[in-house]
């Protein structure tokens, strides 16, 4: 099992300290298969560490390019996650019913129409699914026309049945904010340009990153599908909210550890998305909107918190 921890570190880390590694962890824990929780938490922990300082130091991409990229990729799952039920269900031609996500025409078409649905050709969450497989691939010209009919599904809803009456409906809590529906385009256009700009300067200089990536992303569409947990669920909101939050830690750590400002631009885009939202969506400055207001100057300071780590490090560096 100890080999299993190996994974979370780089390649070429794991061909040159993998033995070694492995040989200090029989030696310190002989008999046992795992070691104990806070060795595993820092082993772990050295491994992003190690994934964040191979990116840092990689010469193939300047910093920027590497950030869009991360912020395409960032952008893309946050349009997916509401979406993973439906996807799913869709796949595996299941009727939910009652379950439905919220959608104003639930029907799925061909293999559910009945009573008071619409027919509809596609579910919306295949376009940041196939734009999200396409980045992860390094091929945005994939990813490209997907964002692109992202942005026609948000103009046109409620005049096109295409991918049906799309969109989160009801109030509701999900992830950092207010609800992200479809027919809100500061998403899908930043997402579209973002690919524009991958495909016309990146052709073939984008990190390709492993199939293996996309494990989680089908075990989310498993445990929404299976377990029926819609995007309204409390549940679906609080593990959202938790995902998002780890994610900006996770960047201000990695900003922090090396010194590196591409993590600031898949951070800048998303706080973008969500700021505009809320503006959008409430009053957050209301005291009836304490939540929203909160999570507002978290994304507003989240952006120069991270500049400032990332030149205290390099600072930091310069005086050694």
Known sequence: MNRLLLAAYPKAYR??????????????????????????AALLRGGVQAHARDAADDPARPWWLDGIHLAALSLAALALVPYLQDVWDWALRIDPGSRAIGFHSPGWYPWAQGPGTQ???????????VALVGLLRGRPWIALPAS??????????????????EGVVGTGYYGLGTPVPANNLVLSVTLFVACVVLAARAPGRLRRR????LVPVAGAMFLAGGLHLASYDPWFQRGQFALEAAALVAAWWATSTTGDYRWTIPVAALALVRVHVILAGSTPLDFRHVSNASVLLVLIAVLPTLVVAAWDKRSRSRLR
């Open 15 to 40: 061909d040159r300290y993998g033995n070694e590694l492995l040989a200090c962890l029989a030696e310190a824990h002989p008999g046992r298969d795992w070691p104990p929780p806070r060795e595993v």
């Open 119 to 129: 027919s509809r050709m596609l579910p919306y969450g295949l376009l940041p699914l």
């Open 148 to 165: 692109a009919a992202m942005i026609y599904a948000g103009a046109t809803l409620g005049s096109s049945t295409f991918f049906g009456d």
């Open 210 to 213: 492993s199939y293996g990536w």
